[in-house]
């Protein structure tokens, strides 16, 4: 799992606030190249909502630009390829 934050650079909406305004998480690829993504909202009205994919997730609060993933881990296909490639010179 990677985890994540959502920052707001400004709201244009009025209701999102700004700075750190969600954490989340973003589950591995499932056997069918599926992920989700799990988020939890700060603030007065704090909920939490799941997504199939962080673009989705941007796509729908993004606010064209306005918010944006700041990631806390690497990314996991990064570090799979390098376990892959690590394996595949040790044999």
Known sequence: MRRFELFSKRD???????????????F???ERRNTWVALKWLGANPGLTFWTTVD?????????GAAEVHWLDPDIADQS???????AQCH
Do not use: C, K, Q, R
């Not at 244009?12 to 973003?26: D, H, L």
């Open 81 to 87: 390829e390098e376990s892959s490639a690590e394996t």
């Open 56 to 64: 989705d997730l941007l796509e729908a609060h993004g606010h064209l």
């Open 12 to 26: 244009p909406s009025g209701g999102m606030g700004t700075g750190v305004v969600a954490i989340g998480v973003e």
């Open 28 to 30: 591995p690829f499932d």
